[in-house]
């Protein structure tokens, strides 16, 4: 009887905890973004990433011999963490300091889109109608998200064009890389690859800042910045990267990938409560399809078997969210 019902007590446990992460991650945007007044984005990127580091490897000490992978592996792992993880995270604080932070969550989630259409072109996913309908609504979602940012009008600023362009590619970079590296994650599991990309953005942010962190002196980091990449590095990077493993493994990566929808709407309202973000018809309207369409896409995201294992096809909600935690948006 015990055991019985030890299994729910985790997996509430476990929904607990990942909705205060989607509280977390979506607050998350407008803590950076009030960073930025004090530090440069690439600066402040690099030293939340510094403090997040010790506190992963320090979860992960107590099995040193399961992060281990073939060199081979790890060859192809750095290009791509680069690309992937690394690439995110330099899109992502560029693209913020450009536009609000509603327009950078809203486009930033539409990697599930991004991934549907590229492995339509690779044809290694099932074509289905939903699908398509899901990848139209998103689509047309972005760009009513893009133009409703301006305010009352449907124009758009330079400024918050080049942002919300480089929320995309962030979204996009994170589409290519989650295909690209399934390969080394089917071998190792997502958790191995997720603590060695971070390992790798951490060195890629430190060498693209060192011209800035070289010269940073402790009076260069106000005080009231600290509390900032405290909340950034240590709570929503490295505390959500466990949290998030651990609700993999407890509700498995369909449940959790339910709650990556919400973390979106939170950091438009928080965006729009706090930061002053415009409201506008366009951008409610947009915001509703870009959601709603990336949810129809995941649910309708069916891979491609080989004929011989056609029974045995398993429905993907949502390509790797298992690394989402190295993104640590």
């Known amino acids: 009887m015990f055991t019985q019902l030890k299994f729910p007590t985790r997996m509430h446990r476990a929904d607990v905890a990942m909705s205060l992460m989607v509280i977390v991650w979506g607050v998350h945007y407008i803590v950076v973004k009030d960073a930025f007044g004090n530090l440069a984005p690439l600066t402040f990127n690099a030293i939340r990433f510094m403090i997040g580091l ?3 490897l320090l979860a992960v000490a107590r099995h040193p011999a399961s992060l281990k992978i073939a060199r081979r592996d790890a060859l192809k792992l750095i290009p791509l963490g680069l690309i992937g993880p690394f690439g995110y995270q330099i899109f992502f604080v560029l693209g913020l300091a450009r536009t609000t932070t509603t327009n950078t969550a809203l486009l930033g989630s539409t990697m599930p889109l991004w991934t549907a259409i590229l492995t339509i072109v690779l044809g290694i996913i099932v074509i289905r109608r939903q699908m398509i309908a899901g990848v139209i ?4 979602g ?4 893009v133009l409703g940012s301006s305010g009352t009008s449907l124009s758009i600023s330079g400024a918050d064009l080049v942002g919300s362009m480089m929320a995309l590619a962030s979204a996009m970079v994170t589409a290519y890389y989650n295909i690209t590296v399934k390969p080394i994650i089917d071998r190792y599991g997502g958790t191995v690859v997720a603590v060695w990309t971070y390992v790798i ?4 942010l430190i060498v693209v800042s060192s011209p800035d962190l070289l010269s940073l002196t402790p009076a260069d980091v106000p005080t009231r910045v600290w509390p900032h990449l405290v909340f950034s590095g240590a709570i929503s990077c490295a505390l ?5 493993n651990y609700s993999l493994r407890t509700l498995g990566p369909a449940r959790t990938a339910l709650y990556y929808n919400f973390t979106p709407l939170v950091a438009a309202i928080s965006g729009v409560a706090f930061m002053g973000d415009p409201l506008t018809l366009a951008l409610i309207a947009g915001a509703g399809l870009t959601v709603a369409g990336t949810r129809i896409v995941r649910r309708n995201t069916w891979l491609r078997m080989p004929n ?3 029974s045995e096809a398993v429905r993907t909600r949502d390509p ?10």
């Open 54 to 56: 010790p506190i992963l």
């Open 137 to 140: 609504m998103s689509v047309i």
């Open 142 to 145: 972005v760009v009513l998200v």
């Open 201 to 204: 953005s951490t060195v890629g």
């Open 240 to 244: 959500g990267f466990l949290i998030e």
């Open 308 to 310: 011989e294992r056609a």
């Open 320 to 329: 790797q969210p298992e690394l989402r935690g190295a993104e640590a948006a």
